[in-house]
């Protein structure tokens, strides 16, 4: 079974150009997450989705942030424009199941953003 | 809202040698609670998880943890470490019910081990 694919892995850009991230779960999984990493930090979640409908962007920071779920299943994280303090792994995890807080998450290896 | 301290940041060990990676949580509400390990340049994945019953759990490569009630904590704990168990170590809790059943995670433990 092929695990969650995330794509770039890495990715540098320039401060106030737009980037975007992909993510394709593991099929059948309805719920996906994407989490934010600083170094040296546990992973923050941004935004969860119940197939395509997010149910939890409250720490989604919306004046550059914006993210899609199209269809329910691969999902694409943007931002646009971003910042020095943008630099960081995003990761994408989904899980299978209604009890949310007993699911299992399953992560991508993530994204790692740079921003000069 | 649930909130997880990871005591240790790095933790260096000898081959062999056992260990224990401490956490600690806090919640108002009755909470489920994990470890997931990350090797470098890979995703997290599961070691372990508490939802119910035994307070010892047994996970995959040898870690087992205990939790706590009355201490509020869900120490990672194994005999007798491998090189390879070199990796980042997160705690994690989400609560059982309520709306805010997301995954909260703690800022993570390094463990190294030394040959």
């Known amino acids: 079974e092929a695990g969650v694919v995330q794509s770039p892995r890495y990715k540098i850009i320039e401060k106030k150009q737009p980037v975007a991230f992909w993510c394709n779960p593991i099929?059948?999984?309805?719920?996906l997450y994407w989490y934010l990493q600083n170094l040296g930090q546990g992973p923050e979640l941004l935004i969860r989705y119940e197939n395509e409908e997010a149910v939890d962007d409250s720490q989604l920071p919306k004046d550059r942030f914006s993210a899609e779920r199209l269809k329910g299943v691969d999902s694409t994280l943007k931002i646009q424009p971003a910042e020095l303090g943008d630099s960081a792994v995003y990761l994408c995890?989904?899980?299978?199941?209604?009890?949310?807080?007993?699911?299992?998450?399953?992560f991508g290896a993530g994204s790692r953003l740079t921003v000069l | 809202a649930q909130s997880v301290t990871q005591l240790d940041s790095q933790v260096p060990v000898f081959e062999e040698a056992p260990v224990e990676l401490r956490c600690n949580y806090s919640?108002?509400?009755?909470?489920?609670l994990f470890w997931y390990v990350q090797y470098p340049n890979q995703g997290l994945q599961l070691l372990l998880k508490?939802?119910?019953?035994?307070?010892l759990v047994k996970g995959i490569n040898g870690f087992e943890a205990e939790f706590n009630k009355s201490q509020t904590s869900f120490h990672l704990r194994k005999p007798s470490v491998h090189i390879s168990d070199t990796a980042e170590y997160f705690c994690a809790v989400s609560a059982i019910s309520g709306s805010a059943r997301q995954l909260t995670f703690g800022s993570g433990t390094q463990l190294t081990v030394l040959p």
């Open positions: 099929s059948g999984h309805n719920t």
């Open positions: 508490y939802l119910s019953g035994s307070t």
């Open positions: 919640s108002s509400v009755s909470v489920y």
């Open positions: 995890a989904s899980s299978f199941g209604q009890t949310a807080g007993a699911n299992v998450l399953t």
